[in-house]
């Protein structure tokens, strides 16, 4: 099992230092990549709104459900934006911009893919029980309805809540971050399993901390965007992010080993 787990490691890619300024030439080639494949792209990015208001409008009554899924969703994005990834490998490799293929890119390598997605899945779960302690334990306002819910974080009137709140969830979107930096791209591209893909994700986080926090921050930033038009922004925002996300899987990643 040792031997196992160190012969991964060696195998594993070698990973660029880039410099803290590189998240804006992700963002500026995936702005490059949207408007080449605007179309398709926004088809992504108004499944990610339409979720967005779908969970909004099944939880309207119990908004506390609605905040742990609409920012647990986002947990899975990794994976619900292989499609984003794909049509820009479409546009590296100057193929003509179609939708249909990249809605079935997963199955390149359904398995390992298949497998990262159930383990993020898994952390969503963990994150909406552990939103849901967060409100019973912190939130003594009463459930909160959606006006209530902006309103308090706006005023900032339950101070306990919010760090509570902010301190669970950022524990949560670090580690998921973390091991999906470049994994999802990685495994679409390359093929490989799983195992590699997360430890060459973790290799990428470790070796680059300074871009990735404001990588992380500009994710966030963009995120929130979308959510202050009422989810409408997310159909832009989402993939501007999967678009970039494959540069940044670009930037940070060897490119000895890619598939062609």
Same mark, same amino acid.
């Given at each position: 099992?040792? #031997?196992?787990?160190?012969? !991964?490691?060696?195998?594993?890619?070698?990973?660029?230092?880039?410099?803290?300024?590189?998240?804006?030439?992700?963002?500026?080639?995936?702005?490059?990549?949207?408007?080449?494949?605007?179309?398709?792209?926004?088809?992504?990015? $108004?499944?990610?709104?339409?979720?967005? /208001?779908?969970?909004?409008?099944?939880?309207?009554?119990?908004?506390?459900?609605?905040? $742990?899924?609409?920012?647990? %969703?986002?947990?899975?994005?990794?994976?619900?934006?292989? &499609?984003?990834?794909?049509?820009?490998?479409?546009?590296?490799?100057?193929?003509?911009?179609?939708?249909?293929?990249?809605?079935?890119?997963?199955? #390149?390598?359904?398995?390992?893919?298949?497998?990262?997605?159930?383990?993020?899945?898994?952390?969503?779960?963990? /994150?909406?029980?552990?939103?849901?302690?967060?409100?019973?334990?912190?939130?003594? !306002?009463?459930?909160?309805?959606?006006?209530?819910?902006? *309103? !308090?974080?706006?005023?900032?009137?339950?101070?306990?809540?919010? +760090?509570?709140?902010?301190?669970?969830?950022?524990?949560?979107?670090? @580690?998921?971050?973390?091991?999906?930096?470049?994994?999802?791209?990685?495994?679409? *591209?390359?093929?490989? *399993? &799983?195992?590699?893909?997360? @430890?060459?994700?973790?290799?990428? %986080? $470790?070796?680059?901390?300074?871009?990735?926090?404001? /990588? &992380?921050?500009?994710?966030?930033?963009?995120?929130?965007?979308?959510?202050?038009?009422? +989810?409408?922004?997310?159909?832009?925002?989402?993939?501007?992010?999967?678009?970039?996300? /494959?540069? $940044?899987?670009?930037?940070?990643?060897?490119?000895?080993?890619?598939?062609?």
């Amino acid at each position: 099992m040792e #031997s196992d787990t160190q012969a !991964q490691v060696s195998a594993l890619p070698a990973v660029n230092e880039v410099a803290p300024s590189a998240p804006f030439r992700w963002l500026a080639a995936g702005g490059r990549d949207f408007r080449a494949h605007s179309l398709a792209s926004l088809f992504y990015g $108004a499944c990610f709104a339409l979720m967005g /208001w779908l969970i909004a409008f099944t939880f309207r009554h119990a908004y506390e459900y609605v905040s $742990a899924l609409v920012t647990g %969703f986002f947990l899975v994005g990794p994976f619900l934006a292989i &499609g984003l990834y794909d049509l820009s490998r479409r546009r590296e490799r100057g193929e003509a911009p179609r939708l249909a293929p990249t809605l079935s890119a997963w199955r #390149s390598n359904a398995g390992a893919i298949g497998i990262f997605a159930l383990v993020l899945t898994v952390i969503l779960l963990l /994150w909406a029980r552990a939103s849901l302690i967060v409100f019973a334990l912190f939130y003594t !306002q009463g459930m909160p309805t959606a006006a209530k819910f902006i *309103d !308090q974080i706006f005023s900032l009137d339950n101070l306990e809540f919010l +760090f509570a709140y902010a301190l669970v969830g950022g524990f949560f979107a670090v @580690l998921t971050f973390a091991v999906s930096v470049v994994s999802v791209p990685m495994m679409l *591209d390359r093929r490989t *399993d &799983g195992v590699v893909a997360v @430890l060459t994700s973790l290799k990428a %986080f $470790a070796g680059n901390v300074p871009a990735m926090l404001v /990588w &992380g921050i500009a994710i966030v930033a963009l995120v929130i965007c979308g959510f202050a038009l009422a +989810f409408a922004g997310l159909a832009v925002a989402v993939p501007l992010i999967g678009h970039a996300t /494959w540069h $940044a899987y670009r930037g940070l990643v060897d490119s000895s080993g890619s598939s062609t």
